[in-house]
């Protein structure tokens, strides 16, 4: 006869603890928290430190119930687990009034407050906009003054800082930059993103200020930033401070940043001499004329991916030939990703293009938007064949005048096809035709 005096245990209950701390880790602030209701082990596992590493916090311009609920929640919790947290990452999602800045400014500088004691090692804050009319002086301000006085206590451990789109003043923005090294005369940091940081279409490259506040950053790894930064005394501060560190250089180039500036070779040849692991990455966002190109894209420097994005503007002035055919090929030996996004109706480019990939001899990454011929797939995919060139990710978007496409799919299909096993072993693939009209 059996005996079933005792409960029969569920299998949960002998769950590795490794393996239960899995689990919560895929749950909401608000299942976990009713699972820690379970029992001693259950809670025991919403208290370890690993569920609250990473931490996003999100503000929504038009909340809804839901939304304010859950921002709610995420303070509560950011809170009263701020000891294990390590990665913070904020978001004002669409701020429309001035009642919305001034909410977050106050929510932003009690959480502060309560994180002075955090062991934080990145905080990502992108996006603010503070230039915006919605940002009354006085909040903007403050909240500069709150997450200043922020950096200056986490600046001794902080490895990463994002103030993408901060959109701030000179000395609003150096303020910043500059409570991260308060405590001491220079700074550790590695990573720092400072893309749009600056107000529109201001010429950082020409203010003592700024090089005064580069200065105190010392083995910077990953620097992202305008190109309206960069100057011949900025590339002699990132030699001087940060030689044996800097790996990699992210500069964005907007055709609305000042980039009439001249920096010269031999600034990036001494550069590279002693950062010899640097690899330059560029950002063009229409700009596109070859003389602008010209005068950025120096042979000098160590380019490691390139991309050309026109945002479907067309200009007649923006030809793209000489580009494709006497300034990237510099790069042949470097280059191992390039994106274009042309709107290149007034010029086809296959023959230019091909021979620009067959001459980069460490290509892996292409991904085009472009007027094209479809049978530039075939050529290019019959180039790969022959292993005359080592792309491993292929991306193209073929524009075309047509809106009936069906013709150049099947063309399409019919490419495919013949290079399907290459396609399916060795490719990251994906070709489409796109209506243009």
Same mark, same amino acid.
């Given at each position: 006869?059996?005996?079933?005096?005792?409960p029969?245990?569920?299998?949960?209950?002998?769950?590795?603890?490794?393996?239960?701390r899995?689990?919560?880790?895929?749950?909401?602030?608000?299942?976990?928290?009713?699972?820690?209701?379970?029992?001693?082990?259950?809670?025991?596992?919403?208290?370890?430190?690993?569920?609250?590493?990473?931490?996003?916090?999100?503000?929504?311009?038009?909340?809804?119930?839901?939304?304010?609920?859950?921002?709610?929640?995420?303070?509560?919790?950011?809170?009263?687990?701020?000891?294990?947290?390590?990665?913070?990452?904020?978001?004002?999602?669409?701020?429309?009034?001035?009642?919305?800045t001034?909410?977050?400014?106050?929510?932003?500088?009690?959480?502060?407050?309560?994180?002075?004691?955090?062991?934080?090692?990145?905080?990502?804050?992108?996006?603010?906009?503070?230039?915006?009319?919605? =940002?009354? *002086?006085? #909040?903007?301000?403050?909240?500069?003054? +709150?997450?200043?006085? /922020?950096?200056? &206590?986490?600046? %001794?451990q902080?490895?990463y800082?994002?103030?993408?789109?901060?959109?701030?003043?000179?000395?609003?923005?150096c303020?910043?930059?500059?409570?991260?090294?308060?405590?001491?005369?220079?700074?550790?940091?590695?990573?720092?993103?400072?893309?749009?940081?600056?107000?529109?279409?201001?010429?950082?490259?020409?203010?003592?200020?700024?090089?005064?506040?580069m200065?105190?950053?010392h083995?910077?790894?990953?620097?992202?930033?305008?190109?309206?930064?960069?100057?011949?005394?900025?590339?002699?501060?990132?030699?001087?401070?940060?030689?044996?560190?800097?790996?990699?250089?992210?500069?964005?180039?907007?055709?609305?940043?000042?980039?009439e500036?001249?920096?010269?070779?031999?600034? =990036?040849? *001494?550069? #590279?001499?002693r950062?010899?692991?640097? +690899?330059?990455?560029? /950002?063009?966002? &229409?700009l596109? %004329?070859?003389?602008?190109?010209?005068?950025?894209?120096?042979?000098?420097?160590?380019?490691?991916?390139?991309?050309?994005?026109?945002?479907?503007?067309?200009?007649?002035?923006?030809?793209?030939?000489?580009?494709?055919?006497?300034?990237?090929?510099?790069?042949?030996?470097?280059?191992?990703?390039?994106?274009?996004?042309?709107?290149?109706?007034?010029?086809?480019?296959?023959?230019?293009?091909l021979?620009?990939?067959?001459?980069?001899?460490?290509?892996?990454?292409?991904?085009?938007?472009?007027?094209?011929?479809?049978?530039?797939?075939?050529?290019?995919?019959?180039?790969?064949?022959?292993?005359?060139?080592?792309?491993?990710?292929?991306?193209?978007?073929?524009?075309?005048?047509?809106?009936?496409?069906s013709?150049?799919?099947?063309?399409?299909?019919?490419?495919?096809k013949?290079?399907?096993?290459?396609?399916?072993?060795?490719?990251?693939?994906?070709?489409?035709?796109?209506?243009?009209?």
């Amino acid at each position: 006869m059996e005996d079933d005096s005792k409960p029969e245990q569920s299998f949960w209950t002998h769950l590795p603890d490794v393996c239960l701390r899995h689990v919560f880790h895929w749950l909401d602030d608000r299942d976990r928290s009713q699972a820690a209701l379970v029992c001693k082990k259950w809670n025991w596992a919403m208290y370890s430190g690993s569920l609250w590493r990473k931490r996003t916090i999100t503000f929504y311009g038009r909340p809804s119930r839901a939304h304010i609920l859950e921002l709610e929640s995420a303070l509560w919790h950011t809170k009263k687990f701020s000891k294990y947290l390590r990665h913070l990452e904020i978001k004002l999602l669409n701020p429309y009034n001035t009642a919305i800045t001034e909410n977050f400014q106050g929510t932003i500088r009690d959480l502060l407050s309560h994180l002075g004691n955090s062991h934080l090692v990145s905080l990502r804050i992108e996006h603010l906009q503070l230039n915006r009319l919605i =940002w009354k *002086n006085a #909040v903007r301000a403050q909240f500069i003054n +709150n997450l200043a006085t /922020f950096l200056k &206590r986490t600046g %001794k451990q902080l490895d990463y800082l994002n103030l993408k789109g901060a959109r701030v003043a000179l000395a609003e923005g150096c303020k910043l930059l500059n409570s991260l090294s308060c405590l001491t005369s220079k700074n550790f940091i590695s990573k720092l993103n400072i893309e749009d940081f600056f107000s529109v279409q201001f010429a950082a490259y020409s203010s003592t200020l700024f090089h005064q506040t580069m200065s105190k950053f010392h083995s910077v790894v990953n620097l992202t930033f305008n190109y309206s930064c960069i100057s011949d005394e900025l590339l002699d501060i990132l030699r001087e401070h940060s030689p044996h560190s800097l790996c990699t250089l992210n500069i964005k180039c907007h055709i609305h940043d000042p980039h009439e500036q001249v920096v010269c070779g031999t600034s =990036w040849t *001494n550069l #590279v001499k002693r950062a010899p692991k640097l +690899n330059v990455n560029f /950002f063009f966002e &229409r700009l596109m %004329k070859h003389n602008d190109l010209a005068r950025i894209l120096l042979a000098e420097i160590p380019v490691r991916s390139i991309s050309l994005r026109s945002c479907y503007s067309s200009d007649p002035e923006w030809i793209m030939r000489p580009t494709l055919t006497s300034l990237l090929p510099a790069y042949w030996h470097v280059l191992q990703e390039l994106t274009l996004e042309l709107n290149n109706d007034h010029e086809l480019l296959d023959d230019e293009l091909l021979q620009l990939i067959l001459a980069c001899k460490r290509l892996l990454f292409l991904k085009v938007w472009a007027f094209l011929s479809v049978t530039f797939m075939e050529r290019l995919l019959q180039n790969r064949a022959e292993r005359k060139c080592i792309l491993t990710t292929i991306k193209v978007r073929i524009y075309t005048t047509r809106q009936e496409t069906s013709e150049d799919d099947q063309l399409l299909h019919g490419i495919y096809k013949k290079f399907k096993y290459l396609i399916d072993s060795e490719l990251h693939y994906f070709v489409t035709t796109y209506p243009m009209v």
